[in-house]
């Protein structure tokens, strides 16, 4: 099985991302979404969840979702700052069954910084 792993950091709090609802989705033909999970970040802001990869594609395309406008408002009185940007999407392939995938997140109002780590 595929390891996807993420680390999510609140910029506002300067601190992890507790609870913040985190989905995973694997695109299929003509860009159709399924979804494969949806959990919450732990204690440490992070999620481990194990994917499964078909072994007859070469590279699938997938989805993360961080709800972060949903976990700001949560967190934060953020009232008087007008936030439109309601998820932030990060769409990657995966390719090998038995490798760790990490994709850190780094959440504030206005942006959001992710990059891809080993």
Excluded: C
């Excluded at 949903?70 to 999407?89: D, F, G, P, W």
């Amino acid at each position: 099985m595929t390891l996807l792993t993420s680390h999510v950091l609140d910029a506002v709090a300067g601190k992890s991302a507790i609870g913040i609802r985190v989905a995973l989705y694997r695109i299929a033909e003509h860009g159709k979404r399924e979804q494969v999970f949806e959990v919450r970040s732990d204690a440490e802001g992070r999620i481990a969840k194990e994917v499964a990869i078909d072994s007859g594609v070469a590279s699938q395309e997938f989805e993360l979702v961080f709800y972060g406008y949903e976990y700001l408002t949560e967190q934060h009185e953020l009232e008087h700052i007008a936030q439109n940007m309601r998820t932030s999407v990060v769409r990657f392939d995966m390719e090998s069954r038995d490798q760790r995938y990490h994709i850190p997140l780094v959440l504030s109002p206005h942006s959001y910084t992710v990059w891809w780590s080993d």
